[in-house]
C-alpha cells in the first residue's frame, strides 16, 4: 500500500468519525427539544379543559334556570288554580327551545297522572317514579333531576325535573318538566369539538344526564365513585385518566353548578397531543433522511471503485443471459442482414419455419422452398415478406398476419412483427430483428367465437356474462330487451344494480355464497327495468372456471316469469284474505296466531287475543239488505285497523265476528285498554246511503298461557266474548 493510500484511507477514518459524532450530537438535542414540546402541550392540556369546562357550566346553568323557572312559574299556577291552566302552561313550553321540552305534567298524591301538555292524561301511575316519592318525603323545596328515562306515554328518552306542590302546609303533588336529552344535548356540542373529546352533564350520584359524542349510549350508566367531582377534594378541579366507557385517556376539568349536576369536559390525550407528535415524526424523518443522505455521501466512494469491474462482469453475463433467453423463447426470433442473410435465428424460428439448425443461413427464398400466404389464402412472394419490406423502406410492421403451407397440405398461420435497426447517423438499416408467433389455435379459437356469438346474439332468453369479480362484462339483445338497460350502461357493474331496493326471496350475499362453493345456482328473484318496473324472473347461474379452479365467468339466463308470479300471489291473496274487507281471513290468523306464540319469549312477551262480536247487526240486515250490512262491515274493518297498532293483526273470523292478535309485555294493561277503546269506536254512528245506524260490540279477551294453542287461545276468547255479551259490559277477560 502506497503511503498516498495510506493517507486517504486515514483522511476517509477521520471524516468518518467526525460524521458519527456530528450526527450523534445532533440526534441528541433534537430528541430532547421534541419530547420537551410534547410535554409542554400536554401540560396546557388543564387549562383548555377548564376554558371548556366553565364555557359548557355556564350555558347549562343558563338552562337549567330557564328550566326551572317554567316549573315554578306552572306549580304556582296550579297551587293559584289559574283559570286558563292549559294556556298559561302552554305559554310558558313556548318560551323554551324549540324541541326541548317534550311536556309538562302533574302528578297527583295518589301519583296519578292529573295533567299534561300532551292533552288529556290517561290512567298512568307514576308514584313509583324515585323523583316523586323523594319530594313527597322531602321537607324543603329542592329541584329533583332524575336520570334519563323512556316516558311511559312518550316512549321517548326523556330528563325529569320536579318540584313538590304544597296546599297549606301539606304535600299536594307534583309537577315535573319532561327535557329531551337529545335535543339539550346538541346545544353543547361545539364543547366536545375534536375526536376523542367529550362531555358530559352528572346528577351528583354519578348518573350522566349528558354526554357528546354517543348521547344514548350513556343513559342508564354512572361513573365510578372514584372520580373526583364525586365528593372527592373540591378544589381538585382536573385530573387526568382512562374513560370506562371507551378507555380513551383525557384530561378532565369540572364544574358544580347551582342546582347540583357537575359539568365534566374531557380532552383527548392523544387527539390533542397528534399535532405535537406529528411534528416531532417530521423532524426525526427529516433527520433520518438528511442522515442517510450524509452516510450514503460516505458509501459512494467505495461503490465507484468497484463499479468498473462489475460493468465489465456484467456486460458478459448480460449478453450469455439474452442468448439464453432467445433460445427458450417460445415465438420465433430472427435477425436479418439487408439482402436477407440470416444472421440469427432461435430454436422456435427454425422449428417453426422448418429450417437448418445452423446459425448462418441464406434467406429462404435462396435456400428453403416455404410456401406463404397472404391472409386471404393466396400465395405471398418475396418481396412482400415485412422482413424484405423492412429492410428495404426501414419501417416497422407490427402484428402482420401470413401463412405458411406444410408438404402434407396443413397450414399454419403466424404474426409477424419486424423492427427495422439503425446505427447512430445511418438512414438505412444495417439488421432487421423480426419476431413471429404461431396463431393457429387463436384462429380456430376465433371462428369457435364467432359461432357462439352468433348463438349468443339470437337466444330467446336474456343471457347476462360477467367476470370473476361479478362485474358485467356482455349482455345479448334478447336481455336488453327483457331489462330495458343497454350493455354500456351495464358494464362495469355488478348484477345487484338490477336488484336494488327490491324485496328479494335469497339475498345477495347469499347467492354469492352459493357460487363460491358451487358449480351454479339457481332461483326466483325481481330486477327493476330502465322505466322502473319491476319483472319476476327465474335465473339459473353458471360458473366457468379456470384451469386453477378459480371462478372466471358467470353465465347467468333470465326467464320473465312475471305474469306467472301475478297468478300465484292473486290465488294466494284469495285464499288467505276477506273479500269483502280485505281483512287476514281464518287461515291466515291461524298461521299468525301460530307464528306469534313460537315468537313470545317467556317473560318477555304474552299474546293477548280480542274476540269481537257486533251487537245489534242482525236488525241492519233484515231491515236494510245484505248490501248495506256488507258496506257497514267494511267501515267496521277500517275502525277495528285504525284503533289498533300496524304490527297488530286484525282478522275476520266470519259473519259479525272480528279477532284481533297483539304482542305486549306481561302484566300490561294494553289488551283491555284496546278494548274499551274499540267498544266506543264501534258505538259511533255509522253513515251509510243517507241513513244513519247504530249497533255495539262485545269483546271478550284471553291471554296466551302455558301449552296454549291457537284453537285454545281463540275458544278462551270466544268464551269471554259471549260472557261480556251476557253481562251487557262490553268488555270481558279470560281470568
Same mark, same amino acid.
Given at each position: 500500500?502506497?503511503?498516498?493510500?495510506?493517507?486517504?484511507?486515514?483522511?476517509?477514518?477521520?471524516?468518518?468519525?467526525?460524521?458519527?459524532?456530528?450526527?450523534?450530537?445532533?440526534?441528541?438535542?433534537?430528541?430532547?427539544?421534541?419530547?420537551?414540546?410534547?410535554?409542554?402541550?400536554?401540560?396546557?392540556?388543564?387549562?383548555?379543559?377548564?376554558?371548556?369546562?366553565?364555557?359548557?357550566?355556564?350555558?347549562?346553568?343558563? +338552562?337549567?334556570?330557564?328550566? $326551572?323557572?317554567?316549573?315554578?312559574?306552572?306549580?304556582?299556577?296550579?297551587?293559584?288554580?289559574?283559570?286558563?291552566?292549559?294556556?298559561?302552561?302552554?305559554?310558558?313550553?313556548?318560551?323554551?327551545?324549540?324541541?326541548?321540552?317534550?311536556?309538562?305534567?302533574?302528578?297527583?298524591?295518589?301519583?296519578?297522572?292529573?295533567?299534561?301538555?300532551?292533552?288529556?292524561?290517561?290512567? @298512568?301511575?307514576?308514584?313509583?317514579? $324515585?323523583?316523586?316519592?323523594?319530594?313527597?318525603?322531602?321537607?324543603?323545596?329542592?329541584?329533583?333531576?332524575?336520570?334519563?328515562?323512556?316516558?311511559?306515554?312518550?316512549?321517548?328518552?326523556?330528563?325529569?325535573?320536579?318540584?313538590? /306542590?304544597?296546599?297549606?302546609?301539606?304535600?299536594?303533588?307534583?309537577?315535573?318538566?319532561?327535557?329531551?336529552?337529545?335535543?339539550?344535548?346538541?346545544?353543547?356540542?361545539?364543547?366536545?369539538?375534536?375526536?376523542?373529546?367529550?362531555?358530559?352533564?352528572?346528577?351528583?350520584?354519578?348518573?350522566?344526564?349528558?354526554? !357528546?359524542?354517543?348521547?344514548?349510549?350513556?343513559?342508564?350508566?354512572?361513573?365510578?365513585?372514584?372520580?373526583?367531582?364525586?365528593?372527592?377534594?373540591? @378544589?381538585?378541579?382536573?385530573?387526568?385518566?382512562?374513560?370506562?366507557?371507551?378507555?380513551?385517556?383525557?384530561?378532565?376539568?369540572?364544574?358544580?353548578?347551582?342546582?347540583?349536576?357537575?359539568?365534566?369536559?374531557?380532552?383527548?390525550?392523544?387527539?390533542?397531543?397528534?399535532?405535537?407528535?406529528?411534528?416531532?415524526?417530521?423532524?426525526?424523518?427529516?433527520?433520518?433522511?438528511?442522515?442517510?443522505?450524509?452516510?450514503?455521501?460516505?458509501?459512494?466512494?467505495?461503490?465507484?471503485?468497484?463499479?468498473?469491474?462489475?460493468? +465489465?462482469?456484467a456486460l458478459a453475463e448480460s449478453?450469455?443471459?439474452?442468448?439464453? #433467453?432467445?433460445?427458450?423463447?417460445?415465438?420465433?426470433? !430472427?435477425?436479418?442482414?439487408?439482402?436477407?442473410?440470416?444472421?440469427?435465428? @432461435?430454436?422456435?424460428?427454425?422449428?417453426?419455419?422448418?429450417?437448418?439448425?445452423?446459425?448462418?443461413?441464406?434467406?429462404?427464398?435462396?435456400?428453403?422452398?416455404?410456401?406463404?400466404?397472404?391472409?386471404?389464402?393466396?400465395? !405471398?412472394?418475396?418481396?412482400?415478406?415485412?422482413?424484405?419490406?423492412?429492410?428495404?423502406?426501414?419501417?416497422?410492421?407490427?402484428?402482420?398476419?401470413?401463412?405458411?403451407?406444410?408438404?402434407?397440405?396443413?397450414?399454419?398461420?403466424?404474426?409477424?412483427?419486424?423492427?427495422?435497426?439503425?446505427?447512430?447517423?445511418?438512414?438505412?438499416?444495417?439488421?432487421?430483428?423480426?419476431?413471429?408467433?404461431?396463431?393457429?389455435?387463436?384462429?380456430?379459437?376465433?371462428?369457435?367465437?364467432?359461432?357462439? =356469438?352468433?348463438?349468443?346474439?339470437?337466444?330467446?332468453?336474456?343471457?347476462?356474462?360477467?367476470?370473476?369479480?361479478?362485474?358485467?362484462?356482455?349482455?345479448?339483445?334478447?336481455?336488453?330487451?327483457?331489462?330495458?338497460?343497454?350493455?354500456?350502461?351495464?358494464?362495469?357493474?355488478?348484477?345487484?344494480?338490477?336488484?336494488?331496493?327490491?324485496?328479494?326471496?335469497?339475498?345477495?350475499?347469499? #347467492?354469492?355464497?352459493?357460487?363460491?362453493?358451487?358449480?351454479?345456482?339457481?332461483?326466483?328473484?325481481?330486477?327493476?327495468?330502465?322505466?322502473?318496473?319491476?319483472?319476476?324472473?327465474?335465473?339459473?347461474?353458471?360458473?366457468?372456471?379456470?384451469?386453477?379452479?378459480?371462478?372466471?365467468?358467470?353465465?347467468?339466463?333470465?326467464?320473465?316469469?312475471?305474469?306467472?308470479?301475478?297468478?300465484?300471489?292473486?290465488?294466494? =291473496?284469495?285464499?288467505?284474505?276477506?273479500?269483502?274487507?280485505?281483512?287476514?281471513?281464518?287461515?291466515?290468523?291461524?298461521?299468525?296466531?301460530?307464528?306469534?306464540?313460537?315468537?313470545?319469549?317467556?317473560?318477555?312477551?304474552?299474546?293477548?287475543?280480542?274476540?269481537?262480536?257486533?251487537?245489534?247487526?242482525?236488525?241492519? @240486515?233484515?231491515?236494510?239488505?245484505?248490501?248495506?250490512?256488507?258496506?257497514?262491515?267494511?267501515?267496521?274493518?277500517?275502525?277495528?285497523?285504525?284503533?289498533?297498532?300496524?304490527?297488530?293483526?286484525?282478522?275476520?273470523?266470519?259473519? $259479525?265476528?272480528?279477532?284481533?292478535? !297483539?304482542?305486549?309485555?306481561?302484566?300490561?294493561?294494553?289488551?283491555?285498554? #284496546?278494548?274499551?277503546?274499540?267498544?266506543?269506536?264501534?258505538?259511533?254512528?255509522?253513515?251509510?246511503?243517507?241513513?244513519?245506524?247504530? /249497533?255495539?260490540?262485545?269483546?271478550?279477551?284471553?291471554?296466551?298461557?302455558?301449552?296454549?294453542?291457537a284453537q285454545t287461545l281463540l275458544?278462551?276468547?270466544?268464551?269471554?266474548?259471549?260472557r261480556a255479551k251476557q253481562a251487557?259490559?262490553? #268488555?270481558?277477560?279470560?281470568?
Amino acid at each position: 500500500m502506497t503511503p498516498a493510500h495510506r493517507a486517504l484511507r486515514r483522511l476517509i477514518l477521520a471524516f468518518a468519525v467526525l460524521t458519527l459524532i456530528g450526527v450523534g450530537a445532533y440526534w441528541f438535542v433534537l430528541l430532547r427539544d421534541l419530547d420537551t414540546q410534547v410535554e409542554t402541550e400536554a401540560a396546557h392540556l388543564g387549562e383548555h379543559a377548564e376554558y371548556r369546562a366553565l364555557a359548557a357550566a355556564e350555558s347549562l346553568d343558563a +338552562t337549567l334556570r330557564q328550566l $326551572d323557572a317554567v316549573l315554578t312559574g306552572a306549580r304556582q299556577d296550579w297551587i293559584d288554580e289559574a283559570g286558563d291552566f292549559d294556556a298559561l302552561a302552554q305559554a310558558a313550553l313556548r318560551a323554551l327551545p324549540p324541541g326541548l321540552a317534550i311536556q309538562l305534567f302533574v302528578i297527583g298524591t295518589d301519583g296519578l297522572l292529573k295533567w299534561s301538555s300532551l292533552g288529556p292524561a290517561p290512567a @298512568n301511575r307514576l308514584g313509583d317514579r $324515585d323523583y316523586f316519592r323523594r319530594l313527597a318525603a322531602a321537607v324543603d323545596d329542592p329541584l329533583e333531576i332524575s336520570e334519563p328515562v323512556i316516558g311511559r306515554l312518550t316512549g321517548r328518552w326523556s330528563i325529569q325535573f320536579a318540584r313538590r /306542590i304544597e296546599r297549606h302546609g301539606r304535600f299536594a303533588g307534583v309537577v315535573a318538566l319532561s327535557v329531551s336529552p337529545e335535543r339539550w344535548a346538541r346545544d353543547i356540542e361545539k364543547y366536545a369539538p375534536s375526536d376523542g373529546d367529550s362531555l358530559a352533564l352528572f346528577r351528583p350520584d354519578g348518573a350522566y344526564l349528558l354526554r !357528546m359524542p354517543d348521547p344514548e349510549r350513556h343513559y342508564g350508566q354512572r361513573v365510578p365513585a372514584d372520580r373526583p367531582f364525586l365528593g372527592g377534594d373540591p @378544589n381538585q378541579h382536573v385530573y387526568t385518566t382512562a374513560a370506562v366507557v371507551d378507555g380513551l385517556v383525557r384530561t378532565y376539568a369540572w364544574r358544580r353548578l347551582d342546582a347540583g349536576p357537575i359539568v365534566v369536559a374531557g380532552i383527548g390525550y392523544e387527539a390533542a397531543l397528534a399535532p405535537a407528535r406529528a411534528f416531532a415524526q417530521r423532524q426525526i424523518l427529516q433527520a433520518v433522511l438528511g442522515t442517510g443522505l450524509l452516510l450514503a455521501c460516505a458509501i459512494v466512494l467505495r461503490v465507484l471503485m468497484r463499479r468498473a469491474d462489475q460493468a +465489465t462482469r456484467a456486460l458478459a453475463e448480460s449478453a450469455e443471459r439474452q442468448r439464453a #433467453v432467445l433460445s427458450s423463447m417460445a415465438e420465433g426470433v !430472427m435477425i436479418l442482414a439487408p439482402g436477407g442473410r440470416i444472421e440469427y435465428a @432461435n430454436a422456435a424460428a427454425c422449428r417453426e419455419l422448418g429450417l437448418p439448425s445452423e446459425r448462418e443461413l441464406y434467406h429462404p427464398a435462396d435456400t428453403v422452398e416455404l410456401d406463404m400466404l397472404r391472409p386471404d389464402g393466396s400465395p !405471398m412472394p418475396v418481396e412482400d415478406y415485412p422482413s424484405r419490406r423492412s429492410a428495404l423502406s426501414g419501417a416497422d410492421f407490427d402484428n402482420e398476419l401470413l401463412g405458411r403451407r406444410a408438404a402434407d397440405g396443413s397450414v399454419r398461420w403466424f404474426t409477424i412483427t419486424t423492427r427495422a435497426l439503425h446505427r447512430e447517423r445511418s438512414r438505412a438499416p444495417y439488421m432487421v430483428l423480426m419476431t413471429f408467433r404461431d396463431i393457429t389455435a387463436l384462429r380456430s379459437a376465433e371462428a369457435e367465437a364467432r359461432l357462439s =356469438q352468433t348463438v349468443f346474439e339470437a337466444a330467446a332468453e336474456g343471457i347476462l356474462v360477467t367476470d370473476g369479480e361479478h362485474r358485467i362484462i356482455a349482455a345479448n339483445p334478447a336481455f336488453e330487451r327483457l331489462s330495458g338497460h343497454r350493455l354500456d350502461e351495464l358494464c362495469g357493474q355488478t348484477p345487484q344494480l338490477l336488484t336494488a331496493d327490491l324485496p328479494q326471496p335469497v339475498t345477495w350475499a347469499e #347467492v354469492l355464497d352459493a357460487l363460491a362453493t358451487h358449480d351454479g345456482w339457481e332461483g326466483e328473484g325481481l330486477i327493476r327495468r330502465a322505466d322502473a318496473r319491476a319483472l319476476a324472473v327465474l335465473i339459473h347461474v353458471t360458473v366457468l372456471r379456470d384451469g386453477a379452479g378459480r371462478p372466471w365467468r358467470h353465465v347467468a339466463l333470465f326467464s320473465d316469469i312475471t305474469q306467472r308470479k301475478r297468478r300465484e300471489d292473486e290465488a294466494w =291473496q284469495r285464499a288467505h284474505y276477506d273479500v269483502l274487507t280485505g281483512l287476514p281471513n281464518r287461515r291466515l290468523l291461524d298461521e299468525r296466531l301460530q307464528r306469534a306464540l313460537a315468537l313470545a319469549e317467556p317473560g318477555r312477551h304474552e299474546l293477548a287475543v280480542l274476540f269481537v262480536d257486533l251487537d245489534r247487526f242482525k236488525p241492519v @240486515n233484515d231491515v236494510h239488505g245484505h248490501a248495506l250490512g256488507d258496506a257497514l262491515l267494511e267501515r267496521v274493518a277500517r275502525r277495528l285497523e285504525a284503533a289498533v297498532r300496524e304490527e297488530d293483526t286484525v282478522a275476520r273470523y266470519g259473519g $259479525d265476528e272480528f279477532v284481533i292478535a !297483539m304482542l305486549m309485555p306481561p302484566g300490561a294493561p294494553a289488551a283491555e285498554t #284496546v278494548a274499551v277503546k274499540l267498544v266506543e269506536q264501534l258505538a259511533r254512528p255509522y253513515r251509510l246511503d243517507g241513513r244513519t245506524l247504530e /249497533i255495539g260490540a262485545s269483546i271478550g279477551i284471553a291471554v296466551q298461557r302455558a301449552g296454549d294453542d291457537a284453537q285454545t287461545l281463540l275458544a278462551r276468547a270466544d268464551a269471554a266474548m259471549y260472557r261480556a255479551k251476557q253481562a251487557h259490559c262490553g #268488555v270481558w277477560r279470560d281470568p
